[in-house]
């Protein structure tokens, strides 16, 4: 049961959402992380200019204009792919201004087996003309306050959202992560984060592959996590699971220059 809870989280179609309560990676009927979104509040037009949505139901960032970082379990496996569409520029995906383009290449992390690990390159057919999000290259951006963003469900088991929402969730210890999913964490490879003890806040059903990111030294964001699992959305007692981007980010470079 508890795998079955995973998996849906994560998996809106293999995608995640954010809900106020909620950013995750889930399917539009689970949650993947805390919906920052489940207790979120709608973000204003260029907020975060970095953030796209992606057709197949998941979240993803611009880690360089023409390429989309998002999670392993949103796509399939390496490969030319003109599969997917990437919207970026807008917070409302009706809007007219809404930039749309189509992919060509997906790089899955090498690896990749359902279990840690969880991130993933998508290559555009052409840029997308907005700021781009950096991403943590050491554990020192690991702790604090998150910011995390999505389309997703705005509650466990709703209905993916047309704005972005926005949330803000606390670090949370591996020990105390791993006291709610034992074995599961893997710790070396996953950073949690939310509201164990009153839940309330999170990322949930199409938020997976969005960005967990929080401001650096100088002010900038900097993206720490990607949205990957959780049991529900928002549930006291479960925190969001990320993607700890950080123990990746020398992997994710070398693989961006061969896209």
């Known amino acids: 049961m508890k795998q079955l809870l995973r998996a849906l989280k994560r998996c809106s179609v293999v995608v995640a959402t954010v809900a106020v309560a909620v950013v995750g990676l889930q399917p539009v009927t689970a949650s ?9 509040t709608r973000a204003a037009q260029g907020e975060f200019p970095f953030m796209v949505r992606l057709s197949m139901g998941c979240g993803g960032a611009l880690y360089a204009q023409d390429i989309v970082l998002t999670a392993a379990h949103c796509v399939g496996a390496s490969g030319n792919n003109t599969s997917i569409t990437a919207t970026g520029g807008v917070v409302d995906l009706q809007s007219s201004s809404a930039v749309k383009v189509r992919s060509t290449k997906v790089l899955r992390a090498p690896g990749y087996n359902g279990a840690g690990k ?30 995390v963003a999505g389309w997703g469900a705005n509650r466990e088991g ?19 992560c791993r006291a709610a999913y ?6 070396n490879e996953e950073i949690c984060a939310g509201y164990p003890d009153t839940g309330g806040v999170d990322t949930c059903q199409g938020d997976s592959g969005g960005p967990m ?8 964001w900097i993206q720490v996590g990607i949205v990957s699992w ?30």
Not at 124 to 145: S, V
Not at 182 to 187: M, P, S
Not at 213 to 220: H, K, L, Y
């Open 213 to 220: 990111f929080r401001r650096d030294n100088a002010g900038e």
């Open 32 to 40: 993947a992380a805390p919906n920052p979104v489940v207790g979120g």
């Open 230 to 259: 959780g049991y529900g959305c928002a549930r006291p007692g479960y925190p969001g699971v990320y993607a700890e981007v950080s123990t990746f980010a020398s992997a994710i470079a070398s693989a961006a220059r061969t896209l």
């Open 182 to 187: 034992g074995n599961e964490l893997v710790a």
């Open 158 to 176: 709703g209905s993916q959202q047309r704005y972005l929402l926005k949330a803000n969730v606390p670090f949370v210890s591996d020990a105390a």
């Open 118 to 147: 969880d991130w993933a390159l998508i290559k555009l057919a052409q840029p997308i003309n907005q700021p781009t999000l950096k991403i943590a290259t050491t554990t020192a951006f690991n702790q604090g306050t998150f910011t």
